[in-house]
C-alpha cells in the first residue's frame, strides 16, 4: 500500500486484509466494510468525495448488487430512472422542493449554483480549462485530462464561466 498511496485500517490474516475494515485510496475514495483474502468481500460501501456513496454486496472484490447514491441524496434507479431524462427535465431539488416564479431560473442542481472561474467549464466533478484541456475539482486538485470527446462535450453542453449574447442584435 506504500507503493500505491492507498491506507487500510483493519487486520491481517495470513498477511492479508481481513474481516470489517476501512480502505482509502489515493483519490480518497474510502471503502468501509468486509474484506476477505485483500478483497471487497460482503456488505461494504464506497464513500466519494464528492459526498456520493455506492453501498453493495461484494463477492472477491466485484460488486454483486448496490445501489448509488448521488450526494444530494437521489438514489440512482437503473430500471425506473426519469430524472433528468427526455421527458422530465428538472434538477432533483426542482423536484424535492418545487420549481422556481416564472421569470428565475436554476442553472444547476445547486442552488444558488458554483460560482466558476471565467474562462472555464462546470463539468459536474470539477472546473474544465479548455486552453490547458485539464478538469480540477473544486478543490483545485487535478482530476484528468479530457480526451477529444470529453472537450467536445463539455464545450457543447456545459455552464460557461461568462456570459455570451444570444439571440438577435438589433442594428444601431
Known sequence: ???TGS???GAFVDGRMEGNAEYILPTETRYVGEMKDGMFHGEGTLYF???SRYDAIWEKGLAVKGTYTFS???QYDGKNWHYCDGYDRRFYTEICHGLKP???SQLSNMDPPRKIPPGYYDCGDGFYN???RVI???KN???RNADDDEHEWIIRTCRKGWDEFVGHRPTL
Open 1 to 3: 500500500m506504500q507503493y
Open 7 to 9: 491506507q487500510y485500517i
Open 49 to 51: 468525495p464528492n459526498g
Open 72 to 74: 444530494d441524496g437521489l
Open 102 to 104: 416564472t421569470g428565475i
Open 130 to 132: 479548455p486552453k490547458t
Open 136 to 138: 480540477r475539482d473544486y
Open 141 to 143: 486538485r487535478f482530476l
